[in-house]
């Protein structure tokens, strides 16, 4: 069946980009999302890209997306505290409504 | 509050009993969606409605979990008997149509 999967945690600087990659099975999406959560706090879309696109930009965010290899990035360029969070790479593969999700990876910030 | 509130937050209950969660999600949505995250795993559907009617249903519910949404607005998800393995956060997410969907904070369960 479809599948997304992620690192578990990626550990960065504050202030260096961040770079969270995600890998998909199924191709057949219109669109590959990124959710945020952070502790406490529902899941919030953080940005989506079209899978006629191979980049979208979005202030500090960049979304790079290779069909080719299935593979799906997000970088957080000049990381914060306030970035700290897991964020999530979701496939809706035949439906806008079934969402297949990675397990999240845990970004934790050091000073 | 324009958002997708649930209650409750946190519900903690013993094995075998019954534990209904509600949603509400954002007035205009038509479409309204159940699921579950267990801890170091990323969100699990469960079940959709467009309007009152439950479209889709997941493998994952099984015949103790029941899903309504009687109006169209709110729904309800009621576990029934439940069992340790039920415990997890149960998120609830609406949209307009397929447009983006905005999630609940969740409610956490733990069956003790």
């Known amino acids: 069946g479809e599948d997304v999967e992620q690192s578990l945690f990626l550990s960065v600087r504050e202030g260096d980009s961040s770079v969270i990659n995600c890998t998909y099975t199924?191709?057949?999406?219109?669109?590959l999302y990124w959710y945020k959560q952070e502790p406490g706090a529902g899941l919030q879309l953080l940005t989506y890209?079209?899978?006629n696109m191979d980049m979208k930009q979005d202030q500090r965010l960049t979304v790079l997306l290779n069909k080719k290899d299935k593979h799906l990035s997000l970088r957080i360029a000049d990381t914060q505290t306030g970035d700290s969070a897991i964020y999530f790479c979701?496939?809706?593969?035949?439906?806008?409504?079934?969402?297949?999700w990675g397990a999240g990876t845990k970004l934790i910030i050091k000073p | 509050d324009t958002g997708v509130s649930q209650d409750p937050r946190h519900k903690i209950t013993k094995r075998g009993q019954n534990v209904t969660f509600r949603c509400d999600p954002i007035?205009?949505?038509?479409?309204l969606y159940w699921y579950r995250q267990t801890l170091g795993q990323g969100p699990e559907f469960l079940t959709y409605?467009?309007?009152?009617?439950?479209?889709?249903k997941s493998r994952l519910l099984s015949d103790r979990f029941s899903a309504e949404r009687p109006k169209g607005s709110f729904s309800t998800l009621e576990i029934q008997r439940t069992e340790q393995g039920d415990s997890a956060m149960y998120l609830c997410?609406?949209?307009?149509?397929?447009?983006?969907?905005?999630f609940g904070q969740g409610t956490r369960l733990t069956v003790v």
């Open positions: 199924d191709s057949s999406s219109t669109y």
């Open positions: 007035s205009e949505h038509n479409r």
């Open positions: 409605f467009q309007n009152e009617a439950q479209l889709e």
């Open positions: 890209i079209f899978s």
């Open positions: 979701a496939d809706p593969p035949d439906s806008n409504y079934q969402l297949i």
């Open positions: 997410a609406s949209s307009l149509d397929s447009t983006e969907a905005f």
